[in-house]
């Protein structure tokens, strides 16, 4: 169904292509020429667009660097709304003999493009032959955001029970929780427009408005790798050069995917614990040590045994539950330290069992919110996990459909695949009510609503009818896109595999040396290998 907005821009657009004898509506083509024939007014970037003067490649040069805003529809169909939302954008130009405008995206859903073109280590030789544009996707960062309220956001982590032991500890979560949604729908109206084939049209509009003559050149990491494989899909004859580094996978999240996805992390958490036991300087001498030290910081974080972090920012009264620790982010911290090398989240993992043995467990508490969009200084947040989850849910169908017996052979699974999870999140007997409306919210919201897009049942899966190769990038220990994903990518592409050696997800400028030589050498050239590759980790 189309969403029954007032077209309160429909006057705007009729005036603005009439030659005085128009009275019929636009028709598509001419309604999307309003916006590719929009001028771009690059100007001074305001204080708002930069990160933090450490945080930024030491080759980022911020003198020449301007940024503006282009318009969008907010849906891409003339029968439907006819507002309009903008899309922000960063340009650093070539500082040599420029070959080509090149855009990105760091992934997410929900990541800003603007933030990664400032840190991201793009080596000298691109930043003389390309345009480097980064820009943050609709409804992220600067783009038109869409953010659910801050507060709530925070108490949720301190003020839900990590595993509700009855009814009334559940029933209180619940009450919580639908008040959080609640809020966030009437605050965000363009909530539903938030899906990846949105995005997908502003990336080509944003290609004919900067660069009508050229085809897109584009690097996508982990997320953004799903950009590009639609891209091609849908603008077969505008592929110019594109990366796709560490793939995701076009399948439904079933208990295959999951299980996969489980079993990478798993593996990777496993280096982790036994690089601990192993550590004379670190807790324990057996993997199980290691576990049986977070179980005992999980049971005394919830009896608020434990000192933490976010108790020295925000007022006492913050906590209406009288704690301030959220056992919680003990998972999402090792979640976080998972994408990175084993040697560097080895390095995290190890800092913050020194802290724990000091009876602090705020380690945890830094990178699991960090993760979920946080600066853990300040404890302002972006809109990052808000936008994850909503485009997610979007994206494809992700209400809870199984059958009970589907729901137990996938709990057994998952279960078989990560038994610490499992030992780790159940604490007590108490088995909550079925829920009216099982799994993702934000999909549910949009099949109840009659006047928004429901979720498709399946994403579109990897094709490549341009028959011109791209470069796709692929990593052995990648935990949050398993290495099988890089392999099916590459094939559904008919395109080389890069494969990396090391661990790490999104790995490309990350400090391989191999990886970086072929990236250039197929971005200033075109050449790709004939065959598939490989690079030592680093």
Not at 317 to 328: H, I, L, M, N, V
Not at 443 to 465: R, T, V
């Amino acid at each position: 169904m189309k969403r029954l907005i007032a077209p309160i821009a429909l006057m705007f657009v009729i005036s603005a292509c009439s030659s005085g004898s128009r009275t019929v509506p636009l028709n598509y083509d001419e309604w999307m020429a309003l916006y590719t024939s929009q001028e771009v007014s690059w100007s001074e970037c305001k204080n708002e667009n930069w990160v933090a003067e450490a945080e930024r490649s030491p080759l980022f040069k911020t003198d020449d660097v301007v940024c503006a805003d282009i318009k969008v529809p907010l849906e891409y169909d003339p029968e439907g709304s006819y507002d309009d939302i903008t899309i922000r954008l960063m340009k650093d130009p070539a500082s040599g003999e420029k070959i080509g405008t090149l855009l990105s995206n760091p992934g997410g859903p929900g990541q800003s493009g603007i933030n990664y073109v400032q840190f991201v280590a793009y080596p000298q030789e691109l930043r003389d032959a390309y345009d480097i544009v980064g820009f943050d996707p609709r409804g992220v960062g600067l783009s038109s955001p869409v953010k659910c309220d801050d507060d709530l956001d925070l108490r949720s982590y301190f003020e839900t029970h990590f595993d509700p032991k009855n009814e009334a500890e559940y029933r209180e979560d619940k009450a919580m929780t639908d008040a959080y949604f609640a809020d966030c729908i009437e605050k965000n109206p363009t909530w539903w427009a938030m899906t990846t084939a949105n995005t997908v049209k502003d990336i080509e509009l944003i290609r004919a408005v900067l660069t009508p003559n050229e085809d897109l050149n584009f690097i996508g990491h982990s997320y953004g790798t799903t950009l590009a494989a639609q891209y091609i899909q849908n603008y077969p004859d505008k592929i110019g050069r594109i990366i796709l580094d560490s793939p995701t996978t076009s399948q439904k999240r079933d208990t295959e995917v999951l299980v996969e996805e489980t079993k990478a992390f798993v593996k990777v958490r496993n280096q982790i614990f036994d690089r601990c036991a192993k550590d004379p300087d670190c807790y324990g001498e057996t993997r199980k040590e290691v576990e049986d030290r977070l179980i005992w910081a999980r049971d005394q974080v919830l009896a608020d045994k434990l000192d933490g972090y976010v108790t020295t920012v925000v007022e006492e009264d913050f906590f209406k539950r009288g704690t301030g620790e959220s056992a919680y982010l003990i998972m999402r911290a090792l979640t976080m330290i998972s994408y990175w090398p084993v040697s560097d989240a080895y390095g995290a993992f190890k800092e913050m069992m020194t802290y724990l043995d000091a009876g602090n467990y705020g380690g945890f508490e830094w990178y699991g919110l960090y993760l979920d969009g946080y600066d853990p200084e300040t404890l302002e947040r972006d809109n990052s996990f808000d936008i994850l989850q909503i485009v997610n849910c979007l994206d494809t169908d992700e209400r809870e459909t199984l059958s009970p017996a589907e729901l137990d052979a996938q709990e057994a699974a998952l279960e078989a695949a990560d038994p610490f999870t499992k030992r780790f999140s159940d604490i007590y007997d108490y088995e909550a009510p079925d829920e009216a409306e099982p799994g993702c919210f934000w999909s549910w919201e949009a099949f109840k609503n009659d006047e928004i897009p429901d979720p498709p049942a399946e994403l579109p899966e990897y094709s490549n009818p341009s028959g011109t190769p791209v470069m796709v990038i692929g990593s052995k220990g990648d935990t949050a896109t398993p290495y099988k994903w890089s392999i099916n990518a590459a094939k559904a592409l008919q395109s080389p595999l890069i494969t990396y050696e090391g661990s790490g997800h999104a790995v490309l400028f990350g400090g391989s040396d191999c990886l970086e030589k072929l990236a250039v050498d197929y971005l200033i050239s075109g050449k790709l290998p004939t065959a598939a590759t490989s690079c030592p980790a680093v």
